[in-house]
């Protein structure tokens, strides 16, 4: 995790350094729902390993953007959710998933 120092001077790059990957950006597409356990995660993310979702979910909790719950049960159950921070990307999001929408709507027409 980079200080705050340590980030780019300019909005729109540290967004995207904090956020810009499709693993990232899908992971918390998820959770803007509800929280999610480690496997549901996995197998709702078409293509990604284990190793690449351990690491993207350890970037994001380390950022502050999710939180990582550990549920004392046999055997332990582990919830990734949204924190407070995270919440707060939910337009963001919610912008790219219209924007989205329309660009697939403008190209059907073509």
């Not at 990582?68 to 407070?84: H, Q």
């Amino acid at each position: 995790m980079l200080t705050k120092d340590e980030l780019p001077d300019c909005p729109v790059q540290t967004t995207v350094q904090l956020i810009g990957n499709k693993w990232k950006l899908l992971i918390l597409r998820n959770l803007l729902a509800r929280p999610w356990r480690f496997n549901e995660l996995r197998k709702s993310l078409e293509g990604i390993s284990q190793k690449v979702l351990t690491d993207n979910l350890r970037q994001l909790e380390e950022d502050g953007i999710i939180t990582r719950t550990i549920y004392p049960e046999v055997p332990p159950r582990v919830e990734y959710a949204l924190s407070e921070l995270g919440e707060s990307m939910r337009p963001i999001i919610k912008s790219m998933e219209e924007w989205g929408r329309k660009y697939k709507g403008e190209s059907d027409e073509r």
